[in-house]
C-alpha cells in the first residue's frame, strides 16, 4: 500500500525540486552569458582543478560529477574542441582514460570563477541563515550518502 505524503512532506518535496531546478537554472544562465560555459562545463572543470595533476580517469570524473559515462565523454569532447581538456591514456593501466585539465581551461575556469561565485551567493548563500546553510548541508549530505548506497 502506497503511504502518501503529508502535506508538510509534499510541501518539503515540491519546494526542493521547483527551488533545486530554479537554483540550477539561474547558475547555468549566469555562467553561458557571461563565461560562455554550461554549468555541467563548470563542474566538470572545478574537479579536474582540484585533481592531482590536474587530471581524473574518465570513469572516477563521471561518478565525481554524477554523470553517465557516454554523456561524460561527449562533454569531454566538446571540452576537447575548446582547447580546455584533452585525453590521454592511462600509464599504470592503458586500458583507462585519463582527463586532463589544460592551462586553456585552467585559464578559463579562473574567469569564470568569480561571477559563479557571486551568482551562488546571491541565489543561494545570502538567502539563509547560518543555521539553515548547516542544516541543508546535512540533509543533502545524507541524500548523498544513500545514493552511494544505493543498488537499484
Known amino acids: ?17 521547483d527551488g533545486g531546478q530554479r537554483l540550477m537554472a539561474d547558475l547555468n544562465r549566469q555562467l553561458q552569458q557571461d ?9 566538470i572543470l572545478v574537479k579536474l582543478s582540484e585533481a592531482p595533476g590536474r587530471s581524473l580517469r574518465m570513469s572516477d570524473l563521471a561518478d565525481g560529477v554524477l554523470s553517465s559515462r557516454s554523456r561524460l565523454t561527449h562533454q569531454i569532447r566538446r571540452l576537447e574542441g575548446q582547447r580546455m ?10 586500458r583507462g582514460v585519463l582527463a586532463q585539465l ?3 581551461g585552467m585559464h578559463r575556469l579562473r574567469l569564470a570563477a568569480p561571477g559563479h561565485v557571486a551568482a551562488v551567493r546571491r541565489y543561494f548563500i545570502d538567502l539563509l541563515t547560518p543555521a539553515q546553510l548547516t542544516d541543508l548541508a546535512t540533509a543533502m549530505e545524507l ?7 544505493r543498488t537499484d
Open 102 to 104: 589544460t592551462d586553456e
Open 35 to 43: 563565461s560562455a560555459l554550461s554549468f555541467a562545463d563548470y563542474r
Open 85 to 94: 581538456v584533452r585525453r590521454a591514456a592511462c600509464e599504470d593501466d592503458g
Open 143 to 149: 541524500i548523498n550518502l544513500a545514493g552511494d548506497h
Open 1 to 17: 500500500m502506497t503511504q502518501w505524503l503529508t502535506p508538510e512532506q509534499q510541501r518539503a518535496w515540491r519546494a526542493y525540486m
